[in-house]
């Protein structure tokens, strides 16, 4: 079955690697995402990740605590 990455629309080797220039999308073949895309789709997630705050430690122990005594 031949393979097409869903992102750039090239056809792709058994290994992910891109082997045509884009081509219509055809709904016949296996899609996926080639290494190039995969690559690039992974830095980005990477980079916005980074710039996401880390959650704050809830503290519920005391608060129970506070209303039982």
Known sequence: MQRQCAWCLRFMDHFGE???????KRYE?????????GSLWLEQA???TDEQKAQQK?????KIDDQGA
């Open 46 to 48: 990477i980079r916005n």
């Open 18 to 24: 891109p082997i045509s220039a884009p081509q219509p």
């Open 29 to 37: 073949v296996s899609h996926g995402m080639c290494c190039v895309c």
């Open 58 to 62: 809830q503290t519920l122990l005391s």
